[in-house]
């Protein structure tokens, strides 16, 4: 794949081919949908709303960094206006390039413009399959999912897919992030919740560190942090961002704005909603700690007017993707775009509102595109078969990374030669050389003729997504070096559970 991806055969999960797809980088132009003066006009109006209206910040110790830094805040109602020159200098100071490392090297993903990166549904509260039904989230649930993701090369980071409701809030970092210590190298994520809760999963992170004493000198794990639109960054948001900055790591700094409903009805006014409070937090985490791993965030789409119901891939929520890479370019940060589905289950609804966000993520030069794979019911339940069938999207999309060749070989001049006019290449020696490796094979899409399929079951593809979770599962083994350090990980965690755990932060 293009800049030093790899297209090794993988040999790790439930007997189904897949290829490396780690490294990826966008293969086509990104795409536009506003002119170069009007993103100006949005990113000028975005400064404007912070001038001159301001957003309500609830933490005090956020309200004093900003107003250490010149901004204008009033102490009765929390209001903070932010100077454009405060904003212009965090912009200035925010890493361009940031390489989040893995307790496995091999799986260190780096977040740039350019770079391609895949996650899965997160946050869900439900979790479903055809088997098992709709439920509360639980851990076992979580572990799952857990192993799932770390079989599929083509999900780079971790996720904290699905909350497991029976594990109290006060332990629930722990188990989380155990749990995903203990069955993947790939690189984690961290809730935001509180202080108390964020150091002590920085300290257990430590523990299992590659790099041990020195967590803080690379970026080991990331958090989403979403402002309350409009214009509300409440305190548990606030002290993230300042928390994971000033240990180093990463935030995806994320206002969610659908419009027509907290944002306004218009493209780019929600636009410009959506990228002063995506400002103002990269803001606050430059006053934090000046560069800080900050990445811009874009999570905008539109309500059903009829309903006052979420809607993704969308055709708004297309082009406000699309813009809002166009603004990432602007200012020069890697950003994290979204994709996501409306439907409530893994039918022909839910596969094309995921495969069109997903494709105006790519479209758009999207760093990060999360709920990639999983999302059901604009994120209210994570689906096992829905996860499996959007893994086939997000593998055909890295497949697009690879350069075809164009040698003399790949020309095929004599192969043609040799074929008479009206036969086929089916057994000429060009096809019998390379035929068992020349196209994408598919993870769950069935290519048999009618009669071979009715023959095999006449399985759905959901049908198919069943089998193919169940198989991943049966057959999982954690990754070399998984256990390193857990033994004090683990201690740790026990001891804290057992004096009380902490409280998330109010």
């Known amino acids: 794949m293009r800049d030093g991806g790899r297209r090794a055969r993988e040999t790790r999960g439930g007997g189904e081919r897949a290829r490396r797809y780690h490294g990826l980088r966008h293969p086509f132009a990104p795409q536009r949908v506003f002119s170069d003066d009007a993103i100006a006009a949005i990113h000028g109006n975005a400064l404007k709303i912070l001038e001159e209206l301001g957003l309500v910040v609830l933490l005090p110790e956020a309200r004093a960094l900003y107003r250490a830094a010149g901004a204008s805040v009033d102490k009765d109602t929390g209001l903070v206006r932010i100077g454009r020159e405060i904003v212009e200098a965090a912009l200035a100071s925010a890493p361009r390039s940031i390489r989040l490392r893995a307790r496995d090297p091999a799986r260190d993903v780096l977040l740039e413009p350019g770079a391609m990166v895949f996650h899965a549904g997160a946050g869900c509260p439900q979790a479903h399959d055809r088997e098992r039904g709709r439920r509360p989230g639980r851990l076992e649930d979580f572990r799952e999912i857990m192993r799932l993701i770390d079989g599929f090369d083509a999900i780079h980071l971790m996720a904290a897919a699905v909350e497991p409701q029976d594990s109290p809030v006060v332990r629930r970092h722990y188990d989380t992030t155990l749990i995903q210590l203990e069955t993947s190298t790939k690189v984690p994520f961290i809730y935001a919740r509180g202080r108390a809760q964020v150091t002590e999963a920085f300290e257990m992170l430590a523990m299992a560190s590659r790099t041990g004493a020195d967590f803080a000198a690379d970026p080991q794990c990331f958090t989403v942090i979403n402002t309350n639109s409009p214009r509300i960054l409440d305190a548990p948001m606030a002290e993230g961002i300042i928390d994971f900055a000033r240990a180093g790591q990463v935030t995806m700094i994320t206002p969610f704005c659908l419009m027509g409903a907290m944002a306004p009805v218009t493209l780019a006014g929600a636009l410009s909603l959506q990228h002063a409070e995506a400002l103002a937090g990269i803001t606050l985490a430059q006053l934090a700690r000046a560069g800080a791993p900050v990445l811009y965030g874009a999570f905008a789409s539109n309500v059903a007017m009829k309903s006052g119901a979420p809607a993704f891939g969308t055709p708004e929520h297309m082009l406000a993707t699309l813009a809002s890479g166009q603004l990432a370019r602007h200012i020069g940060l890697p950003w994290r775009g ?53 893994l086939e999207v997000l593998q055909s999309l890295a497949e697009l990374c690879t350069v075809p060749g164009a040698d003399p070989e790949d020309l095929a001049f004599e192969a043609i030669a040799s074929v008479p006019p009206g036969g086929h290449f089916f057994g000429s020696e060009h096809t019998m050389s390379r035929y068992r490796t020349a196209f994408y094979e598919p993870l769950v899409a069935d290519w048999s003729n009618f009669g071979q399929w009715t023959e095999a079951g006449s399985l759905r593809a959901d049908e198919r997504a069943t089998r193919i979770w169940k198989e991943r599962l049966a057959s999982f083994t954690p990754a070399k070096g998984v256990e390193e350090g857990l033994d004090s990980v683990r201690a740790f965690a026990s001891r804290r559970i057992a004096e009380g755990g902490a409280a998330p932060s109010s």
Do not use: P
Not at 363 to 379: K, R, Y
């Open 338 to 390: 979204s994709s996501g589905a409306a439907a409530n289950m893994a039918d022909a609804q839910g596969a094309t509102e995921t495969t069109l966000a997903t494709m105006a993520a790519m479209m758009a030069g999207a760093t990060v595109t999360i709920h990639a794979a999983g999302w059901l019911e604009g994120g209210l339940t994570f689906g096992y078969e829905k996860f499996i069938t959007d």
